[in-house]
């Protein structure tokens, strides 16, 4: 892991996002992306663009207007505007609600794989942080429970999960959710639940939330994965009203403020009507591209094999080949205009995400771009 130095800390850089953030708009094929071909404006506004002609571009309410965060608490049991925090994406939700809790030396378990923000978060800030880990068991991808339970103490302050899983895309059952919630409450730990692909499952089966089953939990979410709509940036943190409104105190050190138009827009969006008719979209790009991938590994089984997910646009391949995934990654980079996550980057060598969100042709063309240098690297090895 690199490490840059700042005044008072060492900043672990976020190695998946610099390399997603340097390539991703420099390549033929992007695959490394780990949501759905977005949406389009006109398709959010049914056409009626025209409405937006006399948006004013002001401030918006710097922890969302209460309009939206209704609208998201509609979606939480028991939950009203109050328990709602708005942000920008939610990788600042996970930031701020991170920022609460680091001090040097805090200790925090982190459930790993996962997107490694929390994990990056936790190094830079010097906290203690300890990680149980997803394992391969009977087809699945399971929590390790019983690492969990040797990992957390008495000094445990927060416990991260990310369920959907990124980069899995395993979905945790509702009795380990519930054994992890015991767990946090013997010692009094905080949970903070990222569900960013919940509403992006195959089966169409709405992931459950940790939120209202333990009384410390802080869940993140937000429009970038199962509905298609990043460029809004609208994420946000539901959570006890009183731990929402202390975390937009840190909010107000970060972006201030959700754009207007993105706040107005995400509104549109969370309508129940336009979220069903989006996240039905969503999953019919799953549920046509999935076997595009399946395929893809079937005929190359002698050089891959993977879980397929239950959720998100994405595939955790494990590969058969004699080259560290961060070499194969720059190949396929330098090579053939192709992006890809690698394994290295969640801290597992002989792994790569695939993310087949995009439409079908252009996921079949970058896969044959893999197809080449899979075969170029054979070539060699049997020379």
């Given at each position: 892991m690199t490490m840059v130095w700042c005044k008072g800390m060492r900043l672990r850089i976020f190695e998946m996002e610099r390399w997603q953030s340097t390539w991703e708009n420099r390549v033929e094929y992007n695959l490394?992306?780990?949501g759905v071909h977005p949406l389009q404006l006109v398709e959010l506004l049914d056409g009626d663009v025209q409405?937006?002609?006399?948006?004013?571009?002001?401030?918006?309410?710097?922890?969302?207007?209460?309009?939206?965060?209704?609208?998201?608490?509609?979606?939480?049991?028991?939950?009203?505007?109050e328990n709602v925090l708005v942000t920008n994406g939610s990788s600042e939700a996970n930031f701020v609600a991170m920022w609460l809790f680091l001090d040097r030396g805090a200790e925090i378990v982190v459930l790993l794989p996962n997107y490694m923000q929390i994990w990056g978060l936790g190094k830079t800030f010097q906290a203690n942080v300890k990680s149980f880990r997803l394992r391969e068991r009977d087809?699945?991808?399971?929590?390790?429970?019983?690492?969990?339970?040797?990992?957390?103490?008495?000094?445990?302050?927060?416990?991260?999960?990310?369920?959907?899983?990124?980069?899995?895309?395993?979905?945790?059952?509702?009795?380990?959710?519930?054994?992890?919630?015991?767990?946090?409450?013997?010692?009094?730990a905080w949970i903070l639940a990222d569900e960013v692909y919940q509403g992006a499952e195959l089966n169409g089966n709405m992931t459950p939330t940790f939120w209202g089953?333990?009384?410390?939990?802080?869940?993140?979410?937000?429009?970038?994965?199962?509905?298609?709509?990043?460029?809004?940036?609208?994420?946000w943190i539901v959570t006890t009203k009183e731990l929402a409104g202390k975390l937009w105190s840190y909010h107000d050190y970060t972006t201030i403020c959700p754009t207007a138009l993105g706040d107005y827009l995400a509104t549109r969006a969370l309508q129940l009507e336009m979220r069903k008719k989006i996240l039905t979209?969503?999953?019919?790009?799953?549920?046509?591209?999935?076997?595009?991938?399946?395929?893809?590994?079937?005929?190359?089984a002698e050089d891959f094999s993977f879980i397929p997910p239950q959720a998100g646009a994405i595939a955790y391949i494990k590969y058969n080949l004699k080259i560290n995934s961060s070499h194969l990654a720059e190949r396929l980079l330098k090579e053939k205009s192709t992006l890809i996550v690698p394994g290295d980057q969640f801290g597992m060598d002989g792994y790569m995400r695939i993310g087949y969100g995009a439409p079908r042709g252009y996921l079949v063309a970058g896969l044959n771009r893999i197809d080449e240098l899979v075969q170029q690297i054979k070539d060699r090895t049997r020379q």
């Open positions: 490394s992306e780990s409405s937006l002609s006399q948006f004013s571009l002001g401030y918006s309410q710097t922890n969302g207007t209460k309009e939206l965060r209704k609208t998201i608490a509609a979606n939480y049991t028991g939950a009203d505007s087809g699945e991808w399971k929590p390790d429970i019983q690492a969990l339970r040797k990992a957390v103490s008495r000094k445990t302050k927060l416990i991260a999960v990310c369920n959907p899983n990124n980069p899995t895309g395993a979905i945790m059952r509702e009795d380990l959710i519930d054994q992890i919630c015991e767990i946090a409450g013997k010692v009094g089953r333990y009384k410390k939990v802080i869940v993140s979410n937000g429009l970038s994965k199962a509905y298609g709509l990043p460029g809004l940036r609208i994420g979209r969503t999953r019919e790009i799953l549920q046509i591209n999935l076997p595009v991938i399946k395929s893809w590994v079937e005929a190359h």
